[in-house]
């Protein structure tokens, strides 16, 4: 039994999960953050950025060490592909996020603006599956995941009713353009966000069946 | 598909121990196969089977059929000489006979009659050739075999067996006894055989058999668990008991 080699695999999904969590915090902030537009909170969730990069390097550096010294194969060689590719999803997942508060920041944008509701329901599903696609990640549940792919026709459908609405609002009234935009960018990042998560559950798909569908 | 071996519901008792049940394994021709699997699974066992290797074990006993190219090498008429022939066999340690790296060559040849120094030169330097030892040796062909390399050594073991001119290589862990250069060499040789000759070989070593073969039979207590393109087995196999074994959660 190669039992330090399986404590290094348990240890890398602890890790991964460990981010994940992390990067929970970070979406559940910045849905406070267009909720109530609070500029310090904006600054804060920009500055952990750092944190959530040195994660991911650390897990390659951890992935790429099981490959050069422990060459894993088969199931185990997929579990550690899948980490170190759901790495680079999850930290462009907490980039968005910092995306979004830089607009924030920046924005003219107040709790009035039109639209700002259907935006902050597109940021909570998109949270929502999130949160699923980290549980399908630690549960290894091939199920969950292939359901986690097909919310992303909601998410696309909810991004269009936010893009047709806040183009109607701008046709009536020119004079607010800007925070409108604002809002359209914001938006599709969450919609980007909800990419990322497809691609996890499509590497955890893979990491379980050796499998690699196409469901985004 | 051309088969070079067909083992049909090969059983193999060593007295009462039942070291080999129903193995049945087709194995192509101009192809390498690996046997893997834990000490005492029955993977040197089969492979020695295939050139008779084991009627010198006493009280062992063997059922079934061995075809290859259609022709079952347990049918009384097989000529045992014609039969090593075709199916030479490399062993664990390097085993060069304690005479000169030219007798070694030629010494197949000879016990199949062949007498005439200018075709057993061809031979000396054709075989050592194959196993790229020939200039590494040319300079020191009547020297004694016992004081090249271990790693020299397995390659003229190999390039022995080529002397003869067989269809099938058999290897039982030709590189456990060799250090990381010369393990190199002899997969590259490997790869290079397989285009003229069907080779079979017993590993130990799971990288081994993942980087030099085609197809993959896992042996577990005398049984074939699982037999198949070796991408296959070592990205997802079928059986569990073969994932566990690969990826060391095994015992």
Known sequence: MRNTFLKKLDDLVKKVSDM????????????????????????????????????????????????????????????????????????????????????????????????????????????????????????????????????????????????????????????????????????????????????????????????????? | MSFKVDIQNLNLYYGDFHALKDINIKIRKNSVTAFIGPSGCGKSTCLKSINRMNDLVPNCKIKGKILIDNQNIYDSRTNLNLLRKRAGMVFQRPNPFPMSIYDNIAYGPRIHKIKNKKILDEIVEKSLRSVYLWDEVKDRLNKSALGISGGQQQRLCIARALAVEPQIILMDEPTSALDPLSTIKIEDLVEMLKVNYTVIIVTHNMQQAARISDTTAFFLSGNIVEYANTSKIFNNPTDKRTEDYITGRFG
């Open chain 1, 20 to 216: 994940g969590n992390t990067v929970d915090s970070v979406i559940l902030d910045t849905i406070n953050v267009i909720k109530t537009l609070d500029s310090n909170k904006a600054s804060e969730i920009i500055e952990s950025d750092s944190i959530i990069n040195r994660m991911e390097h650390e897990i390659e550096r951890d992935c790429l060490n099981i490959i050069a010294l422990q060459q894993p194969i088969a199931g185990d060689l997929r579990n550690v592909t899948g980490c170190l590719k759901i790495i680079t999803d999850i930290e462009r997942i907490a980039d968005h996020c910092t995306d979004i508060c830089e607009i924030l920041l920046s924005s003219k944008l107040s709790k009035e603006s039109a639209c700002i509701n259907q935006v902050i329901n597109i940021m909570e599903n998109v949270y929502s599956m999130f949160k699923s696609v980290l549980i399908a990640f630690i549960s290894k549940n091939v199920d969950d995941s292939v359901s986690i792919c097909k919310l992303d026709d909601k998410i696309d459908l909810l991004f269009s009713d936010i893009l047709l609405n806040i183009c109607g609002v701008i046709s009536k009234d020119s004079s607010e353009v800007m925070p409108e935009v604002d809002l359209i960018f914001i938006a599709k990042y969450a919609e980007r966000i909800a990419d990322h998560c497809t691609n996890i559950a499509e590497w955890i798909i893979y990491m379980e069946t050796n499998q690699h569908p196409e469901l985004n």
